[in-house]
Protein backbone atom coordinates (compact mmCIF):
# COMPACT_ATOMS: atom_id res chain seq x y z
CA UNK A 1 0.00 0.00 0.00
CA UNK A 2 0.92 3.37 -0.68
CA UNK A 3 2.18 5.23 1.79
CA UNK A 4 1.18 8.88 1.23
CA UNK A 5 -1.05 9.22 -2.54
CA UNK A 6 -1.65 11.82 -4.15
CA UNK A 7 -4.16 11.84 -7.66
CA UNK A 8 -3.82 13.06 -10.15
CA UNK A 9 0.00 12.47 -11.30
CA UNK A 10 -0.10 14.65 -14.02
CA UNK A 11 -2.33 17.40 -14.87
CA UNK A 12 -2.40 19.70 -18.24
CA UNK A 13 -5.14 22.67 -17.96
CA UNK A 14 -5.47 26.21 -19.51
CA UNK A 15 -5.04 29.54 -17.74
CA UNK A 16 -7.69 30.63 -15.48
CA UNK A 17 -9.33 27.38 -14.83
CA UNK A 18 -10.17 25.89 -11.14
CA UNK A 19 -8.45 22.11 -10.01
CA UNK A 20 -7.74 20.29 -7.14
CA UNK A 21 -5.00 18.02 -6.68
CA UNK A 22 -5.82 14.96 -3.62
CA UNK A 23 -4.03 13.41 -1.13
CA UNK A 24 -4.09 10.68 1.30
CA UNK A 25 -1.92 9.41 3.84
CA UNK A 26 -2.82 5.98 5.39
CA UNK A 27 0.02 6.27 7.99
CA UNK A 28 -1.88 7.59 11.18
CA UNK A 29 0.04 10.89 10.88
CA UNK A 30 -1.05 14.00 12.45
CA UNK A 31 0.48 16.80 9.87
CA UNK A 32 0.05 16.79 6.44
CA UNK A 33 1.82 19.17 4.10
CA UNK A 34 1.64 20.79 0.66
CA UNK A 35 4.93 21.52 -0.94
CA UNK A 36 5.95 23.35 -4.21
CA UNK A 37 8.47 22.24 -6.39
CA UNK A 38 9.49 24.76 -9.20
CA UNK A 39 11.63 23.86 -11.90
CA UNK A 40 14.98 23.95 -10.52
CA UNK A 41 13.82 21.34 -7.74
CA UNK A 42 13.53 23.98 -5.12
CA UNK A 43 10.88 23.23 -2.96
CA UNK A 44 8.87 25.47 -1.25
CA UNK A 45 6.30 24.87 1.95
CA UNK A 46 3.04 26.00 1.25
CA UNK A 47 0.33 24.94 3.95
CA UNK A 48 0.42 22.27 6.66
CA UNK A 49 -2.45 21.41 8.98
CA UNK A 50 -2.35 19.55 12.20
CA UNK A 51 -5.48 17.35 13.08
CA UNK A 52 -7.42 19.40 10.62
CA UNK A 53 -5.95 22.56 11.90
CA UNK A 54 -3.85 25.26 9.41
CA UNK A 55 -0.43 25.69 11.56
CA UNK A 56 1.38 26.92 8.54
CA UNK A 57 0.30 29.35 5.36
CA UNK A 58 3.06 30.48 3.89
CA UNK A 59 3.17 33.44 1.44
CA UNK A 60 1.19 31.96 -0.90
CA UNK A 61 -1.85 33.26 -3.32
CA UNK A 62 -5.13 33.43 -1.75
CA UNK A 63 -6.03 31.43 -5.43
CA UNK A 64 -4.57 28.24 -3.35
CA UNK A 65 -6.35 26.68 -0.70
CA UNK A 66 -5.95 23.62 1.50
CA UNK A 67 -8.91 21.31 2.52
CA UNK A 68 -8.53 18.46 4.79
CA UNK A 69 -11.85 17.17 5.41
CA UNK A 70 -10.32 14.57 7.91
CA UNK A 71 -6.93 13.58 9.60
CA UNK A 72 -5.77 11.64 6.79
CA UNK A 73 -6.54 13.86 3.71
CA UNK A 74 -5.26 17.50 2.98
CA UNK A 75 -7.00 18.66 -0.56
CA UNK A 76 -5.30 21.35 -2.44
CA UNK A 77 -7.70 23.63 -5.01
CA UNK A 78 -6.63 26.04 -6.91
CA UNK A 79 -8.58 29.38 -8.52
CA UNK A 80 -7.84 31.39 -11.71
CA UNK A 81 -4.46 28.70 -12.48
CA UNK A 82 -1.77 30.83 -14.01
CA UNK A 83 1.77 30.00 -15.86
CA UNK A 84 3.26 30.79 -12.48
CA UNK A 85 1.52 28.40 -11.07
CA UNK A 86 3.43 24.90 -12.91
CA UNK A 87 5.55 22.97 -10.76
CA UNK A 88 5.17 19.73 -9.37
CA UNK A 89 3.34 19.69 -5.93
CA UNK A 90 4.10 17.29 -3.17
CA UNK A 91 1.91 16.23 -0.31
CA UNK A 92 4.16 14.90 2.70
CA UNK A 93 2.83 13.76 5.80
CA UNK A 94 4.61 13.28 9.65
CA UNK A 95 3.97 11.74 12.92
CA UNK A 96 5.82 14.71 14.49
CA UNK A 97 7.90 12.35 17.30
CA UNK A 98 10.55 11.03 14.44
CA UNK A 99 11.08 13.92 12.17
CA UNK A 100 10.48 12.48 9.17
CA UNK A 101 8.44 13.64 6.29
CA UNK A 102 6.96 11.01 3.90
CA UNK A 103 6.51 12.41 0.52
CA UNK A 104 3.88 11.85 -2.06
CA UNK A 105 5.51 11.04 -5.47
CA UNK A 106 3.90 14.38 -6.65
CA UNK A 107 1.47 16.10 -8.83
CA UNK A 108 2.99 18.07 -12.34
CA UNK A 109 0.98 20.55 -13.27
CA UNK A 110 1.32 22.34 -16.76
CA UNK A 111 -0.86 25.89 -17.11
CA UNK A 112 -0.86 26.48 -20.82
CA UNK B 1 14.45 32.12 11.97
CA UNK B 2 15.62 28.57 10.97
CA UNK B 3 17.47 27.50 8.07
CA UNK B 4 19.32 25.20 5.50
CA UNK B 5 22.35 26.30 2.98
CA UNK B 6 23.75 23.40 0.80
CA UNK B 7 26.42 23.31 -1.95
CA UNK B 8 25.17 24.12 -5.15
CA UNK B 9 25.34 21.63 -8.07
CA UNK B 10 25.34 20.46 -10.43
CA UNK B 11 27.84 17.68 -9.08
CA UNK B 12 29.38 15.60 -11.65
CA UNK B 13 31.68 12.17 -11.10
CA UNK B 14 32.71 9.20 -12.45
CA UNK B 15 31.66 5.85 -10.81
CA UNK B 16 33.58 5.04 -7.92
CA UNK B 17 34.47 8.96 -6.96
CA UNK B 18 34.38 9.86 -3.11
CA UNK B 19 31.44 12.15 -2.66
CA UNK B 20 31.23 15.22 -0.66
CA UNK B 21 27.75 17.25 0.11
CA UNK B 22 28.24 20.38 2.29
CA UNK B 23 25.45 21.35 4.36
CA UNK B 24 25.19 23.86 6.95
CA UNK B 25 22.26 25.22 9.39
CA UNK B 26 21.22 27.97 11.36
CA UNK B 27 18.14 26.83 14.08
CA UNK B 28 17.14 28.88 17.58
CA UNK B 29 16.54 24.93 18.87
CA UNK B 30 17.90 21.53 18.60
CA UNK B 31 16.64 20.40 15.10
CA UNK B 32 16.63 16.91 13.94
CA UNK B 33 18.76 16.95 10.46
CA UNK B 34 18.00 15.12 7.15
CA UNK B 35 19.45 14.35 3.98
CA UNK B 36 16.76 13.25 1.17
CA UNK B 37 17.10 11.89 -1.98
CA UNK B 38 14.92 12.43 -5.19
CA UNK B 39 14.95 10.32 -7.85
CA UNK B 40 13.94 11.17 -11.25
CA UNK B 41 10.52 11.43 -11.55
CA UNK B 42 10.16 10.50 -7.90
CA UNK B 43 9.34 12.15 -4.83
CA UNK B 44 11.49 12.71 -2.20
CA UNK B 45 12.24 9.65 0.02
CA UNK B 46 14.79 9.64 3.54
CA UNK B 47 18.08 8.87 3.13
CA UNK B 48 19.40 9.45 6.43
CA UNK B 49 18.82 11.46 9.28
CA UNK B 50 20.49 12.06 12.54
CA UNK B 51 18.31 13.94 15.68
CA UNK B 52 21.44 15.24 18.49
CA UNK B 53 24.88 16.32 18.60
CA UNK B 54 27.23 13.89 17.03
CA UNK B 55 24.96 10.87 15.49
CA UNK B 56 25.51 9.54 12.76
CA UNK B 57 23.41 9.01 10.12
CA UNK B 58 24.02 5.97 7.77
CA UNK B 59 22.24 4.22 4.69
CA UNK B 60 23.11 2.49 1.58
CA UNK B 61 26.79 3.75 1.41
CA UNK B 62 25.73 7.40 3.00
CA UNK B 63 27.03 9.16 6.14
CA UNK B 64 26.22 12.43 7.88
CA UNK B 65 27.38 13.42 11.28
CA UNK B 66 25.46 16.08 13.20
CA UNK B 67 28.40 18.42 14.17
CA UNK B 68 26.93 21.15 16.71
CA UNK B 69 29.94 23.19 16.78
CA UNK B 70 30.29 23.82 13.14
CA UNK B 71 26.64 23.40 12.47
CA UNK B 72 27.28 21.35 9.35
CA UNK B 73 25.48 18.00 8.13
CA UNK B 74 27.68 17.22 5.20
CA UNK B 75 27.18 14.16 3.40
CA UNK B 76 29.52 11.80 2.06
CA UNK B 77 29.97 8.34 0.41
CA UNK B 78 33.11 6.76 -0.08
CA UNK B 79 32.35 5.17 -3.54
CA UNK B 80 29.69 6.42 -5.89
CA UNK B 81 27.36 4.78 -8.50
CA UNK B 82 25.63 5.34 -11.31
CA UNK B 83 22.77 4.50 -9.64
CA UNK B 84 23.18 6.91 -7.21
CA UNK B 85 22.46 9.91 -9.77
CA UNK B 86 20.10 11.92 -8.19
CA UNK B 87 19.16 15.39 -6.35
CA UNK B 88 19.73 15.57 -2.67
CA UNK B 89 18.80 17.60 -0.17
CA UNK B 90 19.65 18.84 3.32
CA UNK B 91 16.54 19.18 5.87
CA UNK B 92 16.02 20.41 9.25
CA UNK B 93 13.07 20.09 11.81
CA UNK B 94 12.41 21.71 14.68
CA UNK B 95 8.74 21.73 15.90
CA UNK B 96 6.95 20.39 13.32
CA UNK B 97 8.68 23.07 10.89
CA UNK B 98 10.62 21.64 8.09
CA UNK B 99 13.38 24.10 5.87
CA UNK B 100 15.33 22.42 2.93
CA UNK B 101 18.44 23.39 1.23
CA UNK B 102 18.27 24.23 -2.38
CA UNK B 103 18.85 20.35 -3.94
CA UNK B 104 22.59 19.62 -5.21
CA UNK B 105 22.15 17.70 -8.58
CA UNK B 106 24.40 14.56 -8.68
CA UNK B 107 25.16 13.05 -11.89
CA UNK B 108 27.49 9.66 -11.85
CA UNK B 109 29.07 8.65 -15.10
CA UNK B 110 30.18 5.29 -15.96
Known amino acids: DTAVSQTPKYLVTQMGNDKSIKCEQN?????MYWYKQDSKKFLKIMFSYNNKELIINETVPNRFSPKSPDKAHLNLHINSLELGDSAVYFCASTAGNTGELFFGEGSRLTVL | GDSVTQMEGPVTLSEEAFLTINCTYTATGYPSLFWYVQYPGEGLQLLLKATKADDKGSNKGFEATYRKETTSFHLEKGSVQVSDSAVYFC?????????FGTGTSLTVIP
Open chain 2, 91 to 99: ALSDRNQFY
Open chain 1, 27 to 31: LGHDT
